[in-house]
T-cell receptor
């Protein structure tokens, strides 16, 4: 069975500082990996996805993530955080290219200090 | 098309009542998914459709839950005899085949 672990429940960073959110997955085959962001009262918005190919993927809003098969990780990074990035971030693994079902982590709540 | 829509956005009901939620996917999307999200947790998969066929159901989907997508367009999720443990955000998503899923804003259910 597939599973996702996000070890950090809450993270606080100062505006302008760099950010890294951790994600570890467990899946028996080649994983399809996603990062979503959820703001209060909003639906989940896809930040970026990894299906295959280059292990460093670029997403929207200046986010990037790196797939490391040896570490079963897919960490999300941003070089300089903006106050508007405060939200909850979810890592997810899919059985196929977004098809079938997604298994989500428990999320990381990001707070940005001005 | 502005994305996936869900109705209602909020529902408050008394224990034992039946509730029904609606999801309208992005028009050209053939796959439709339902997830449930409780406080402090990530979304959990409930079921999904390809066109009108329901292809997978989670063990979370008890006999009190039923989902339909009769014409392969919108979908409904009904919960019969609601319990307090059913209180959650119910999320709908759609995709074109196995591409990325786009989520709606969700329906927040509160069972008193």
């Amino acid at each position: 069975a597939q599973s996702v672990t996000q070890p950090d429940i809450h993270i606080t960073v100062s505006e302008g500082a760099s950010l890294e959110l951790r994600c570890n997955y467990s899946y028996g085959a080649t994983p399809y990996l996603f990062w979503y962001v959820q703001s209060p009262g909003q639906g989940l918005q896809l930040l970026l996805k990894y299906f295959s190919g280059d292990t460093l993927v670029q997403g929207i809003k200046g986010f990037e993530a790196e797939f490391k098969r040896s570490q079963s990780s897919f960490n999300l990074r941003k070089p300089s955080v903006h106050w508007s990035d405060a939200a909850e971030y979810f890592c997810a693994v899919g059985a196929m290219r977004g098809g079938n079902k997604l298994t989500f982590g428990t999320g990381t709540q990001l707070k940005v200090e001005l | 098309d502005t994305g996936v829509s869900q109705d209602p956005r909020h529902k408050i009901t008394k224990r034992g009542q039946n509730v029904t939620f609606r999801c309208d996917p992005i028009s050209e999307h053939n796959r439709l998914y339902w997830y449930r999200q409780t406080l402090g947790q990530g979304p959990e998969f409930l079921t999904y459709f390809q066109n009108e066929a329901q292809l997978e159901k989670s063990r979370l989907l008890s006999d009190r839950f039923s989902a339909e997508r009769p014409k392969g367009s919108f979908s409904t999720l009904e919960i019969q005899r609601t319990e307090q443990g059913d209180s959650a955000m119910y999320l709908c998503a759609s995709s074109l085949d196995q591409d990325e899923q786009f989520f709606g804003p969700g329906t927040r259910l509160t069972v008193l």
